[in-house]
């Protein structure tokens, strides 16, 4: 798979997560301008990378937050176990960031193990279906 992107939702959450497949920092931005996000998320964004060469070199998958928005990026998938591997280490991210610091979940030194837990399961097992089947339409296409 080249590249691909969707909005994953979170459930019983109001989050939504964009995942981003095969895309450098510049295509992310303009579809984030395209799509309409906020300035303010867009300005931060911009402003997280302007340090950074304009494609993500050597990293396996990321998760990027700001002002209680996430945003997941694998430079690729192919359904192997690294990428297995790599969106459960990312999605363990989103957790943190969309639940530990967006709904508290991890506060004054509690944590609600247990939701974010169910959660986790529920981030990975909708995204790597998503990813799973638009790998198969493409290879029915060929």
């Known amino acids: 798979m080249k590249k691909y992107w969707y909005v994953q939702d979170w459930g019983t959450y109001?989050?939504?997560?964009?995942?981003?497949?095969?895309y450098t920092i510049p295509e992310i931005t303009k579809i984030m301008k395209k799509q309409d996000w906020s300035p303010k998320i867009i300005a931060e964004w911009c402003k997280d990378w302007d340090d950074r060469d304009n494609v993500f070199k050597d990293v396996a998958g990321g998760v990027w937050s700001c002002h209680g928005s996430t945003l997941l990026y694998l430079p690729s998938w192919n359904g192997s176990?690294?990428?297995?591997e790599t969106l459960?280490?990312?999605c363990f991210h989103l957790i943190i960031a969309g639940l530990g610091k967006g709904?508290?979940?991890?506060?004054e030194g509690?944590?609600?193990e247990e939701g974010m837990a169910y959660q986790l399961e529920y981030l990975f097992r909708n995204i790597r279906i998503k990813l799973q089947k638009k790998l198969l339409d493409k290879k029915k296409k060929k």
């Not at 109001?14 to 095969?22: I, K, L, M, S």
């Not at 709904?103 to 506060?107: A, H, P, Q, Y």
């Open 14 to 22: 109001g989050n939504e997560t964009p995942v981003f497949v095969g």
């Open 81 to 84: 176990w690294n990428n297995y």
């Open 88 to 90: 459960m280490h990312e």
């Open 103 to 107: 709904k508290l979940f991890i506060n």
């Open 110 to 112: 509690s944590i609600e």
